[in-house]
């Protein structure tokens, strides 16, 4: 394979600042920051109550999302609050994964002194790792402030330490762990199927450069896409379990409640809109 | 044995082997959504979501191990 592919785990840097390198990958980053800056400055120039051209599918592309985290985190108080920051992440993921698509990213670019091959101007941002961590600690503490936040400083802790028993002790420890845990799946989910996609296409692009890498490419946008709405969802999930109780005690803590709507199923749930139909009062 | 050839028998390897018991998970996930739509065609919509959940969580020790196999060959 001499001569053939070049493939880097760590992203090129275009110039250095100081000690600090300044890499393509933060510039992708910069230049979809700005993207998305402009398009929220353009959009959000011209809002009327009655919606028109734009803004009616600008909302209908926010509505069924919030709805989405409104029906899964059953508080609304919570899901106002956690709405625009899983959002943001949602459509910076994907605004990065897609304009790491671009053809532009790979073609533009220049020679360096030291290196053989061109240095591309623009790198999806995925790629590097130093993204996906810092998108993971965001996702971290989203996710703890808001159980913090929700359920009391005690109350939280109580999930993670508790002295009631060693077996409760023992599954406070695993908690404690696999909350840990999620920084390394995080991003690591996100940086590695980028990364393979990359590395996919640029081996196909290797042995038969026409025709056959547009299907792969194609694919890479539906991973694009996937792994985006994979780490929103993730962290919507997550800060669900965060912010239910843990403690079955209490007999109609909302935890308990929760958990008896779970388990009562889909019956339980047709006999109350029976009950309501009928106007019978319900047991 | 030079370095270069175990560092190559060695990606192949991981990635490989790592590949396999994720294949057989995603095998499973969706064979049992699939069995799912088919006793229970209203809730597909929730179960397709779901079933690219748990899709996304067994790919991911995939990942890794394409991950792991990188950082051998390459670093």
Same mark, same amino acid.
């Given at each position: 394979?001499?001569?053939?592919?070049?493939?880097?785990? $760590?992203?090129?840097?275009?110039?250095?600042?100081?000690?600090?390198?300044?890499?393509?990958?933060?510039?992708?980053?910069?230049?979809?920051?700005?993207?998305?800056?402009?398009?929220?400055?353009?959009?959000?120039?011209?809002?009327?109550?009655?919606?028109? *051209?734009?803004? #009616?599918?600008?909302?209908?592309?926010?509505?069924?999302?919030?709805?989405?985290?409104?029906?899964?985190?059953?508080?609304?108080? =919570?899901?106002?609050?956690?709405?625009?920051?899983?959002?943001?992440?949602?459509?910076?993921?994907?605004?990065?994964?897609?304009?790491?698509?671009?053809?532009?990213?790979?073609?533009?670019?220049?020679?360096?002194?030291?290196? $053989?091959?061109?240095?591309?101007?623009?790198?999806?941002?995925?790629?590097?790792?130093?993204?996906?961590?810092?998108?993971? =600690?965001?996702?971290?503490?989203?996710?703890?402030?808001?159980?913090?936040?929700?359920?009391?400083?005690?109350?939280?802790?109580?999930?993670?330490?508790?002295?009631?028993?060693?077996?409760?002790?023992?599954?406070?420890?695993?908690?404690?762990?696999?909350?840990? $845990?999620?920084?390394?799946?995080?991003?690591?989910?996100?940086?590695?199927?980028?990364?393979? *996609?990359?590395?996919?296409?640029?081996?196909?692009?290797?042995?038969?450069?026409?025709?056959?890498? =547009?299907?792969?490419?194609?694919?890479?946008?539906? #991973? *694009?896409?996937?792994? $985006?709405?994979?780490?929103?969802?993730?962290?919507?999930?997550?800060?669900?379990?965060?912010?239910?109780?843990?403690?079955?005690?209490?007999?109609?803590?909302?935890?308990?409640?929760?958990?008896?709507?779970?388990?009562? *199923?889909?019956?339980?749930?047709?006999?109350?809109?029976?009950?309501?139909?009928?106007?019978?009062?319900?047991? | 044995?030079?370095?270069?050839?175990?560092?190559? /028998?060695?990606?192949?390897?991981?990635?490989?082997?790592?590949?396999?018991?994720?294949? /057989?998970?995603?095998?499973?996930?969706?064979?049992?959504?699939?069995?799912?739509?088919?006793?229970?065609?209203?809730?597909?919509?929730?179960?397709?979501?779901?079933?690219? /959940?748990? /899709?996304?969580?067994?790919?991911?020790?995939?990942?890794?191990?394409?991950?792991?196999?990188?950082?051998?060959?390459?670093?």
């Amino acid at each position: 394979m001499e001569g053939g592919i070049s493939i880097h785990l $760590a992203p090129l840097a275009l110039a250095h600042f100081g000690n600090w390198p300044v890499t393509n990958t933060l510039v992708t980053m910069v230049a979809v920051t700005i993207l998305f800056i402009a398009l929220a400055y353009f959009a959000g120039r011209s809002l009327s109550l009655k919606p028109r *051209g734009w803004q #009616v599918i600008l909302e209908s592309l926010v509505m069924y999302p919030y709805q989405l985290v409104r029906d899964t985190l059953e508080n609304d108080a =919570v899901a106002e609050r956690t709405f625009p920051i899983i959002m943001t992440v949602f459509l910076s993921v994907l605004g990065a994964n897609w304009f790491g698509l671009l053809p532009l990213t790979e073609g533009l670019g220049f020679h360096q002194a030291g290196l $053989a091959e061109v240095t591309p101007l623009f790198y999806s941002p995925s790629t590097d790792l130093n993204y996906t961590l810092a998108l993971a =600690v965001i996702a971290f503490f989203t996710i703890e402030i808001f159980g913090v936040a929700t359920l009391g400083a005690i109350q939280y802790g109580k999930k993670f330490i508790s002295f009631k028993s060693p077996i409760a002790f023992a599954i406070g420890i695993i908690e404690l762990v696999s909350e840990i $845990a999620r920084l390394i799946s995080f991003s690591f989910r996100l940086f590695g199927n980028v990364f393979a *996609g990359k590395v996919l296409i640029l081996v196909i692009m290797f042995f038969v450069p026409y025709l056959l890498p =547009v299907p792969f490419s194609a694919f890479e946008l539906f #991973v *694009g896409f996937i792994q $985006a709405a994979i780490f929103a969802l993730l962290t919507l999930f997550f800060t669900k379990i965060a912010i239910s109780g843990h403690d079955a005690e209490e007999e109609h803590g909302p935890a308990h409640d929760m958990a008896e709507r779970i388990a009562g *199923g889909s019956k339980e749930g047709m006999r109350h809109a029976a009950a309501d139909e009928n106007a019978v009062i319900p047991l | 044995m030079d370095i270069a050839a175990a560092n190559s /028998i060695a990606m192949g390897l991981a990635v490989g082997l790592g590949v396999m018991g994720p294949g /057989i998970g995603i095998g499973l996930i969706v064979g049992r959504a699939l069995e799912a739509i088919g006793r229970n065609p209203e809730v597909s919509g929730s179960v397709i979501a779901n079933m690219f /959940i748990g /899709i996304a969580f067994t790919e991911a020790l995939a990942i890794f191990a394409l991950v792991v196999g990188f950082i051998i060959k390459f670093t």
